[in-house]
């Protein structure tokens, strides 16, 4: 088994599931491999067992590029797999498990690179700063929130990053296109308060909070967001109407998106805001009306469309219901005309001559929020080559997630073409 599919499989078998056990296991492995390849790592708690490591290698010029991933994963429950999903099994050519995919086997990857450095005596043309991270799959407050706010001196030089969610293949329609984040939707997780009179539950309605709660819901989830062309992705439906050789019809783009399939994937969630009711609370007894009620929405809005989201919102809601902020996090961007966006591209097509990579908008979050604060550009460049039948969405906190050997030890190769002017790593 290669190091990089060995220590994928080492990490799935660490349970980190948010909320759970905590990430310290996990994170302790990981210092311990680093420490072992002459890499000092630092660790820190931001609560019992919230564990984080940051490192940084030496490189050729002391502007730093910032690789940063999360050690924990969501929920699974192991009736629903085929493999269990903390077994970390090597089966059919693909690692096995919660974090194959999101985001263990890009952990692996990097470590993997890194200590084949140390071994072949290799030094990066720019510093490289490692972060593997706690509670990226919460809102990060015990993982980069920490670290950026108690640990900002890490950090120094970084001007560039790298993470989860861009560099894999989609196949379709006899193209390989490799999806290139340069930005994300913003979050906007609410808590949505209504307020009535309390009763009994037999007397004619009067204020009734749970009802006022359930039309404002109802008029968020059946409002019509409209289409909202930002400039990652009218620059990559441009590109994928020249892979593909015809036109994407920009009036018709939801149309467009299902036509397309998996290629339609790529922009079908971010092209417009959205706001989903996720959860409801109200009430403990069938005939007693409530004098309060609450429910949570999971609201997303694309660069630049902060406050054209809010205002919606707020329209939606009405004078009876109330919102606060469980999570909100701007929609950070990087530049597509930078030349390290550019080195990005040319590293994937390096190792794979049929690469078309292409600009991307992510449609949720990853811990890029945090570090724009420090003014890092982010983008979602974890690479990985996949085989045609493999759904890379889909693995996403899905089930039977996998990730093949072989697209893992094409990552390996791909970082190592970006961070080093060496070739190819062993």
Not at 93 to 100: E, K
Not at 132 to 137: H, N, S
Not at 255 to 271: N, V, W
């Amino acid at each position: 088994m290669s190091e990089v599919a060995q220590i994928c499989s080492d990490l799935i078998r660490f349970d980190t599931t948010n909320p759970g056990p905590g990430e310290r296991p996990a994170a302790e492995h990981v210092a311990t491999l680093l420490s072992d390849a002459g890499i000092e790592p630092v660790v820190f708690e931001s609560a019992s067992r919230r564990t984080s490591v940051v490192a940084r290698i030496p490189g050729g010029s002391p502007e730093a590029l910032l690789i940063h991933g999360h050690l924990d994963v969501v929920p699974a429950q192991p009736s629903d797999w085929r493999i269990h999903p903390f077994s970390g099994e090597v089966s059919g050519g693909c690692v096995w498990g919660r974090g194959a995919v999101d985001m263990k086997g890009t952990l692996a990857m990097t470590l993997a690179l890194v200590r084949d450095w140390a071994r072949r005596g290799v030094r990066p043309d720019r510093d490289v700063v490692l972060a593997f991270l706690a509670d990226e799959e919460a809102t990060g407050e015990y993982g980069a929130r920490y670290a950026v706010r108690h640990h900002r001196e890490l950090f120094d030089g970084c001007t560039d990053a790298i993470s989860e969610s861009g560099g894999y293949s989609v196949e379709a329609r006899g193209a390989r296109i490799y999806p290139v984040a340069v930005g994300e939707r913003g979050t906007a997780w609410m808590r949505l308060t209504a307020t009535g009179v309390a009763g009994h539950g037999s007397r004619p309605p009067v204020d009734n909070a749970v009802a006022e709660l359930c039309h404002a819901m109802s008029r968020i989830a059946s409002h019509r967001w409209p289409v909202r062309l930002t400039p990652g992705v009218a620059a990559l439906i441009e590109d994928l109407s020249a892979i593909l050789g015809e036109r994407i019809d920009l009036d018709r783009l939801e149309e467009e998106a299902r036509r397309l399939g998996r290629i339609g994937d790529l922009f079908k969630a971010q092209i417009r805001n959205s706001a989903n009711p996720t959860m409801l609370q109200a009430g403990y007894k069938v005939n007693v009306v409530p004098g309060t009620a609450e429910g949570h929405v999971d609201g997303r809005f694309l660069p630049g469309h902060r406050e054209e989201f809010l205002e919606t919102i707020d329209r939606l809601l009405g004078p009876r219901v109330t919102r606060e902020f469980v999570n909100i996090e701007d929609a950070p961007s990087a530049p597509m005309d930078a030349p390290f966006f550019d080195r990005l591209r040319t590293a994937l097509m390096a190792e794979d001559p049929a690469a078309r990579p292409v600009p991307y908008v992510m449609s949720g979050g990853t811990d890029a929020k945090s570090f724009a604060g420090l003014g890092i550009r982010g983008y979602g460049f974890a690479p990985l080559m996949l085989t045609p039948d493999l759904d890379y969405f889909g693995m996403f906190h899905g089930v039977d997630e996998r990730v093949p050997v072989e697209g893992l030890e094409f990552g390996v190769r791909v970082l190592n073409r970006l961070l080093t002017s060496s070739g190819t790593a062993s």
